[in-house]
Each structure stands twice: as structure tokens, then as C-alpha cells.
């Protein structure tokens, strides 16, 4: 569903049971994903890939050469830059046009949250489930599961894939204790998955035994 009021340009590519709202606005060869939402007054820039089921809020603002993976929320008038060096004109005074600067996007992993009025600072990649809090400005990677807030953003903890911070487990979760071969247990109190944090990264519990060490596997890189 499209809203009459919403400029979408012929180019861009709609999912059928995407819904773009009341004045919003998808550039030229923009892809809209599955079920997918696009709230009042947000725009989309050209060429953007938003994945399947994703929630982007009203009034955000995605520049290109952004890219979202499945699942990913974005909140109202959170934004995503796309320049090294913001100027109106070259050092000559001339207005810059677009042979005088190269976009540079952010990635944004499965499934992860980025809060209302957040400004992530291209290029930046947000890993997979990671959590970006509310007014943070990001200007680095965010790794995997990370829970960051703050000016500029700093992990200040963990999140599952409820997006509730996860916890040290006790004999009640059913924790093992750590050990500096295993890493640091992790719980969600809401499902009551572990995960174990190893070398500043967090992994599920199940894939941690097999998860390979000092460099990432594929999944890793079409997630994160």
C-alpha cells in the first residue's frame, strides 16, 4: 500500500504488501522489502536496500548509499549520513555538486534497533541485534548484540534478540560459571537464552563452541 500523498519515484522497487505512509518519500531505485513499513514523512535516498519486515519510523531520514538488513527498526527522525565532509561549496566558493564528493552509507545488520533521534555517522556498520539508543551519535562500528548510547555512542551493555539487556546468570538460570577459556555467560531474562562474550563479542550459546576465532565467518559478514 501506497499512500497518495507519498512521493515515490517509478524506479524505485515496492513490495507488494510493504505500506509507505502519508508523505514520504522513495528515491529512484530504492528497494522496499516485504511487510515492510515506511512511515509518515520519512524519506529513502537513491539506491537504498531496506530488507524484509523492517520498521522505519516517521521522519527518518536514510540517506544513500545506506543498506538494512531483515527486521531492522529505525525510529522517528533518527538519521543516517552519508558524507565525509559536509560542505556546501568547494573551497573555491562554487556549489558542490555531486562529481565533487563520494557517499559513504551506513549497514545495518538483522534485526537490530536504532532509537528515535539517533545519528549514525557514515560509514558505519551496526552489527546484528545491536541496540542504538535513543539521541546516541554513532560514529564507529557497533559490534553484533551491542547495546550503545551516549554522544558519541559507547557500549554500555548487552541485548538479545527481545532487545531486553541481558544479565549475569545465576544458579537459578541455570548458569555455569565462567572460565577464561569459555568466556563471560550472558542471559536474557525474557527468553532465557545465554550467550557467552568472548574477546569483546558476544555470541549465542549454541554457535559459540563452533564459532571460529580471530576472523569472521560469512554469516558473520551478511549479518553485522
Not at 24 to 42: D, H, L, M, S, Y
Not at 72 to 79: E, N, S, T
Not at 173 to 195: I, K, L, M, N, S
Request: charged share 20%.
Amino acid at each position: 500500500m501506497i499512500e497518495a500523498s507519498a512521493d515515490v519515484s517509478p524506479s524505485a522497487q515496492i513490495a507488494g504488501s510493504a505500506r509507505v505512509w502519508h508523505l514520504a518519500q522513495v528515491r529512484e531505485g530504492a528497494q522496499i522489502g516485504e511487510e515492510t513499513i515506511v512511515g509518515r514523512g520519512a524519506y529513502v535516498g537513491e539506491g537504498v536496500r531496506v530488507g524484509a519486515r523492517c520498521k522505519i519510523q516517521n521522519y527518518a531520514l536514510i540517506y544513500e548509499p545506506a543498506s538494512l538488513a531483515d527486521g531492522v527498526f529505525v525510529g522517528p527522525a533518527a538519521v543516517f549520513t552519508n558524507d565525509h565532509s559536509p560542505r556546501a561549496v568547494t573551497p573555491q566558493g562554487a556549489l558542490k555538486t555531486t562529481a565533487d564528493w563520494e557517499p559513504v552509507g551506513v549497514s545495518v545488520g538483522r534485526g537490530a534497533s536504532i532509537g528515535a533521534r539517533a545519528v549514525c555517522v557514515a560509514p558505519v556498520r551496526i552489527g546484528a541485534w545491536a541496540m542504538v539508543g535513543a539521541g546516541a551519535v554513532v560514529t564507529g562500528d557497533v559490534a553484533p548484540y551491542a547495546l550503545v548510547v551516549g554522544v558519541p555512542a559507547r557500549r554500555v551493555g548487552w541485548v538479545g534478540e527481545a532487545g531486553v539487556p541481558l544479565v549475569r546468570p545465576t544458579r537459578a538460570t541455570g548458569g555455569r560459571g565462567d572460565d577464561e577459556a569459555a568466556g563471560e555467560e550472558w542471559v536474557c531474562p525474557a527468553t532465557r537464552a545465554r550467550y557467552v562474550e568472548r574477546e569483546g563479542k558476544l555470541t549465542p550459546l549454541g554457535e559459540a563452541a563452533t564459532a571460529p576465532t580471530g576472523r569472521g565467518n560469512e554469516r558473520d559478514k551478511e549479518e553485522q
